[in-house]
C-alpha cells in the first residue's frame, strides 16, 4: 500500500511540474490591471496582458477569504481567436495570467480602485 501512494505522489509530481512548465514558457507575458472594485470577499478586476507585441483586455473577478486565493479570468472570443492564430492555446495563457496574478507578477495602472 505504501509503494502505491509514492508511486502515485511521484506520479502527480511529475505532472504538476510538466504543467507549471507549460505555463513557463510565456516569459514576455505581463500583466497589468487597469481598475479594481473590491468588496468584502471577491474583486472584480478590469485589465489586459501582452504577449509577443499584442495587447489583450480581461476582465476577472478574485475570491481570496474562502479557499484561498483563486482568480478567473474571461476574454472575448475575438482575443480568443488570436491567440490561437499566434499559436497559442487561449486556456494556457489564462492559466497563465491567473497565475501571475496570484504570485503578484503584475502592475497596477490608474487610479480607478473602489473600496
Known amino acids: 500500500m505504501n509503494a502505491v ?9 511529475e ?3 510538466g504543467e507549471r512548465d507549460e505555463y513557463d514558457r510565456y516569459d ?7 481598475s ?6 471577491t474583486s472584480r ?6 504577449l509577443d507585441g ?7 473577478i478574485a475570491f481570496g477569504r474562502i479557499g484561498g486565493h483563486n482568480i478567473h479570468v474571461k476574454i472575448s472570443k475575438r482575443a480568443e481567436a ?4 499566434m499559436g497559442y492555446d487561449p486556456e494556457h495563457v489564462l492559466v497563465a495570467v491567473q ?17
Open 99 to 115: 497565475m501571475k496574478m496570484i504570485e503578484g507578477d503584475i502592475t497596477i495602472e490608474g487610479h480607478d480602485t473602489k473600496e
Open 45 to 50: 478586476l478590469n485589465g489586459y496582458f501582452t
Open 28 to 34: 514576455d507575458l505581463k500583466v497589468y490591471v487597469t
Open 15 to 17: 505532472r504538476i511540474r
Open 36 to 41: 479594481v472594485d473590491a468588496s468584502d470577499i
Open 5 to 13: 501512494n509514492n508511486s502515485d505522489e511521484r506520479i502527480r509530481g
Open 82 to 85: 488570436m491567440l490561437k492564430r
Open 54 to 60: 499584442e495587447r489583450i483586455r480581461f476582465q476577472g
